[in-house]
T-cell receptor
Framework: AQSVTQPDIHITVSEGASLELRCNYS??????LFWYVQSPGQGLQLLLK??????LVQGIKGFEAEFKRSQSSFNLRKPSVHWSDAAEYFC???????????????FGKGTKLSVKP | KAGVTQTPRYLIKTRGQQVTLSCSPI?????VSWYQQTPGQGLQFLFE???????NKGNFPGRFSGRQFSNSRSEMNVSTLELGDSALYLC?????????????FGPGTRLTVL
């Protein structure tokens, strides 16, 4: 069965420090991979996605993620964190070949990011 | 372009009642998916509608149902509410074409069951 694991429930980093959020997935083939961010009281916003090709993908707000097939990982990184990055981050996988179905994203439990001034 | 809108934003019901939540997708989007978000279970897929047809369904009991109208607006209904149905219900819309399209999420409806 497909699954997504985000090992870190809560991470605190200082403003200006680098950030890496971990994501591991279980899936029989290469899935579609996503990172979303959710601020309190808000819906989810897509940060970046991986479908195929270059394994290092760039997203919005200065985020990037690297797909590593051998490790079944899709870690999110940012070189310098800003206080406005404090939010909850979700990694998700989507199944390929679903007959065009767009739904059925499988989400990790999320990592809450706190930023110290 | 207006984003995904969900109404109402907050709802309080009692056990045994039923509830209907509404989602208006981005103009031109034909796929609407629903997710339940709880602290314990996280984000879980409920179902997806495309051109008024349910295209995919998650692992939820039959008390959870949905539908989509010809203008792509969608509703989900939960009957015989239980305390465990308290959650944030998120709707997402996308173009719904053959290749994977980005899903845009609404702000959610916060349902509290007393």
């Amino acid at each position: 069965a497909q699954s997504v694991t985000q090992p870190d429930i809560h991470i605190t980093v200082s403003e200006g420090a680098s950030l890496e959020l971990r994501c591991n997935y279980s899936y029989g083939a290469t899935p579609y991979l996503f990172w979303y961010v959710q601020s309190p009281g808000q819906g989810l916003q897509l940060l970046l996605k991986y479908f195929s090709g270059d394994t290092l993908v760039q997203g919005i707000k200065g985020f990037e993620a690297e797909f590593k097939r051998s490790q079944s990982s899709f870690n999110l990184r940012k070189p310098s964190v800003h206080w406005s990055d404090a939010a909850e981050y979700f990694c998700a996988v989507g199944a390929r070949g679903y007959g065009g179905s767009q739904g059925n994203l499988i989400f990790g439990k999320g990592t809450k990011l706190s930023v110290k001034p | 372009k207006a984003g995904v809108t969900q109404t109402p934003r907050y709802l309080i019901k009692t056990r045994g009642q039923q509830v209907t939540l509404s989602c208006s997708p981005i103009s031109g989007h034909r796929s609407v998916s629903w997710y339940q978000q709880t602290p314990g279970q996280g984000l879980q897929f409920l179902f997806e509608y495309f051109s008024e047809t349910q295209r995919n369904k998650g692992n939820f009991p039959g008390r959870f149902s949905g539908r989509q109208f010809s203008n792509s607006r969608s509703e989900m209904n939960v009957s015989t509410l239980e305390l465990g149905d308290s959650a944030l219900y998120l709707c997402a819309s996308s173009l719904g074409l053959a290749d994977y399209n980005e899903q845009f999420f609404g702000p959610g409806t916060r349902l509290t069951v007393l």
